[in-house]
Nanobody, 123 residues
Framework: QVQLVESGGGLVQAGGSLRLSCAAS????????MGWFRQSPGKEREFVAW????????VYADSVKGRFTISRDNVKNTMFLQMNSLKPEDTAVYYC????????????????WGQGTQVTVSS
């Protein structure tokens, strides 16, 4: 098993940037495809991005493409989400997740989840 802890959330103005981190403990991060999801109040949790085990392949939701960058450092057992040009509609709790499968945009493919970190973008 792997335990995941997100950090880096906060309050930022529209157009600003934040960098989220997801630290893993227990099993090595390189064993998993990793993803970011987010959930806004009153909405279902939605896919944001995933990165392959090696970091060589990434996939993004259309809503964040060109603004967000997912990456990982398997040596440090940490995954990141660099968020630029933030918009108020990016406000959500952001979750990192680990999957034992190949990359997938569906949350059912992910076996392990962090507790989430709040991102709030003011207009």
């Amino acid at each position: 098993q792997v335990q995941l802890v997100e950090s880096g959330g906060g309050l930022v103005q529209a157009g600003g940037s934040l960098r989220l981190s997801c630290a893993a403990s227990g099993r090595t991060l390189s064993s998993y495809t990793m993803g970011w999801f987010r959930q806004s109040p009153g909405k279902e949790r939605e896919f944001v991005a995933w990165v392959s085990r090696s970091g060589g392949r990434t996939v993004y939701a259309d809503s964040v493409k060109g603004r967000f960058t997912i990456s990982r450092d398997n040596v440090k057992n940490t995954m990141f989400l660099q968020m630029n040009s933030l918009k108020p509609e990016d406000t959500a709790v952001y979750y990192c997740a680990a999957s034992e499968l190949w990359g997938d945009t569906g949350e059912r493919a992910y076996n392990y989840w962090g507790q989430g970190t709040q991102v709030t973008v003011s207009s």
